[in-house]
């Protein structure tokens, strides 16, 4: 669609939200440790570690989150 068209009434537009909204109603717990923003993160194969990369060059693996 152009930018200059218009949308009709009929017509379904779906939004995908952002990660802020998505978890916005999850529970969370925040995990300190990094000195610089996160850049990646991965959960082991059971689900019960988190291991995550930062630009100050560390890594850190949370365990029974």
Known sequence: MLVDEKIKASETIFITPTLKE???????????GHKKRVYTIDWNMQGSKLAS???DSSIRVNHKL
Do not use: D, I, P, Q
Request: no cysteine.
């Open 53 to 55: 990369g930062s630009v």
């Open 22 to 32: 998505m978890f916005a109603s999850a529970n969370h717990k925040e995990l300190t």
